[in-house]
């Protein structure tokens, strides 16, 4: 059931991406908006950085090297948490474009997918964040990754769907 909702949200970013120019995926309905590029880039951030913490991996964002060639101007280790509007201008004014925001979150699904195939039903009542009351397991985490991912695909979706209209 993960993987299929993670596949879900995989094609949701590529339809929300898919032949749009870096100024198209930057742009943002008002000033205090989000972008395509932006909530792509985040959705896919949150995905890398909790699934690694969860299998205590590096993030793809590092291993893979995805930082430098996304070169953004914020600290390597930022996934768009606290960001203002003038973070989300800087990251669409960087002409990110449709495959760098497509490859990155296909390598980040590829590990997501790759981890969620050698867990078991026992592995989802683990403990990953004793910080809240009550803790947080492996399994309300990937559910609530699964949650976020898909309330921001469907945004970048609806700012497509709002770039498009006649």
């Not at 969620?116 to 947080?136: F, I, N, Q, S, Y």
Request: glycine share 10%.
């Amino acid at each position: 059931m993960l993987t299929d909702a993670f596949g879900r949200i995989r094609e949701i970013v590529h339809e929300a991406v898919d032949g749009l120019s870096p100024d198209e995926l930057a742009v943002r309905v008002d000033e205090g908006a989000n972008s395509i590029a932006w909530l792509v880039w985040h959705l896919t951030r949150v995905q890398d950085d909790h699934v690694a913490d969860a299998a205590g991996t590096e993030e793809v964002w590092i291993a893979q090297e995805w930082s430098e060639r996304f070169a953004l101007p914020f600290p390597s280790g930022a996934t768009g948490y606290g960001h203002r509007a003038e973070d989300i201008a800087a990251l669409g004014g960087s002409g990110i474009g449709a495959e760098l925001l497509a490859g990155y979150h296909d390598a980040v699904h590829e590990r997501t997918v790759a981890y969620l195939g050698t867990l078991d039903d026992a592995d989802l009542e683990r403990v990953v964040d004793d910080a809240w009351t009550p803790p947080v397991t492996l399994g309300v985490r990937l559910v609530s990754v699964v949650s976020d991912d898909l309330q921001h695909a469907g945004q970048a979706a609806f700012v497509r769907g709002w770039l498009e209209r006649p």
